[in-house]
Structures are given as C-alpha cells and as structure tokens.
C-alpha cells in the first residue's frame, strides 16, 4: 500500500503506486505551525489522535498549553475536513500485516513524516518504508530510526526549503488529490 501525504506528497506518490502496481490511498497529517511562522513547524499531527512536539522549539518560543491547544484545535479541524473530503466515506484501507511505503514531495524538519509514522505504526503494518525525492541529511538520518526503511533521492544539507528542488512548486488543490485517488480506485 502507497500512502501520499497530502497535498504535495499525493501526485508523487501516485506515481509510486503506479510504479510499483499497487493501491494508493491518502494519510492526512497536519503541520502545527509556529503562529506568524506557518511554515516552521513545532509538530504535528494525525489519526488516532497522534501528536509529535518539538518540545525544545515550543520552550524557545515560550509558547503557552492553550496557544499550543488553539493552534491543535484548528489543525484538527482541517485535518477532520481533509479527511472527509479526500475519502469520499470510504473507510481508510487496513494496514495491519502489509508493507506500507509513506509518500511525501520533501521533509524540511520531518515532523508530518513523524507524526505518520506513529499513525501508521498504530496499525501493526509488516514494515514501514518512507520515500521522499528530497530531504535533509539529517532529517533522513533521524527517520531512519523510525521507519524500516528511507529513501530520500536528494539529500542536501541543510535543506533550505522544498520547493528549492523543483521547477514547479505550485500547491496542489483539494479538487487534484481527490482525482488522483479517484483515479487509483
């Protein structure tokens, strides 16, 4: 089973899935963002209730249980309306025993990779395989500890931004994920 993050991760994943000639599916995970900084993140999160913290970046920012609750509860939404949106009601596919290869365009600090790994982890797949066509060295070293396997095809360091390795970076709408899962059905 290929899961794409979305929404950049689903179109690279999409081309994973039909690589290897297997089901593609989404795994939403949302970044919480540091406010006025969305961008950097301070963790994130998925189903089954998973959170992952960067504690020492929250301490830094000095950054209160109820900010970190209010920007939790509004990720949480979205990720809820994603989910909705992007399934169509269909139940997320079962996990337990299969190989699972977690998707995303790139990891700048890896807490949504993070955050999906625990998710996925939770449902006792065989094993756990993250692809990415570019991260940070460091980052790539750091969920080499968490998934059975990590491939990253660039791994420059320090990373920079993202969007730095491709030509066209442009955001990927609801309305693509949802074709592209369509699409795989």
């Not at 000639?21 to 969305?38: H, Q, S």
């Not at 939790?72 to 989910?83: G, P, Q, S, V, Y």
């Not at 299969?98 to 982890?121: E, F, K, P, Q, Y």
């Not at 939770?122 to 991260?135: D, G, H, Q």
């Amino acid at each position: 089973m290929v899961l794409g993050l979305p929404r950049g991760g689903v179109p690279v994943a999409a081309e994973v899935a039909g690589a290897l000639g297997t089901a593609l599916d989404v795994l939403v995970v949302r970044k919480l963002g540091v406010p006025g900084r969305e961008e950097l993140a301070l963790g994130a999160i998925a189903r089954g209730g998973v959170r992952v913290l960067n504690e020492a970046l929250i301490r830094e920012l000095e950054l209160t249980p109820a900010e970190l609750a209010s920007i939790e509860r509004r990720e949480r939404a979205e990720l809820e309306r994603r989910e909705r949106l992007y399934r169509d009601g269909r139940p997320a596919g079962a996990l337990a025993g299969r190989n699972v290869v977690i998707v995303d365009d790139g990891l700048a600090t890896g807490s949504t990779m993070l955050a999906a790994l625990a998710a996925i982890r939770a449902e006792r797949p065989a094993a756990v395989l993250v692809a990415v066509p570019v991260a940070d060295a460091e980052i790539c070293a750091l969920l080499s500890e968490a998934a059975d396997e990590v491939v990253c095809l660039l791994t420059p360091h320090p990373l920079g931004a993202v969007g730095l390795y491709y030509e066209d970076f442009s955001q990927t709408a609801d309305e693509e994920v949802r074709a592209l899962l369509r699409a795989a059905r």
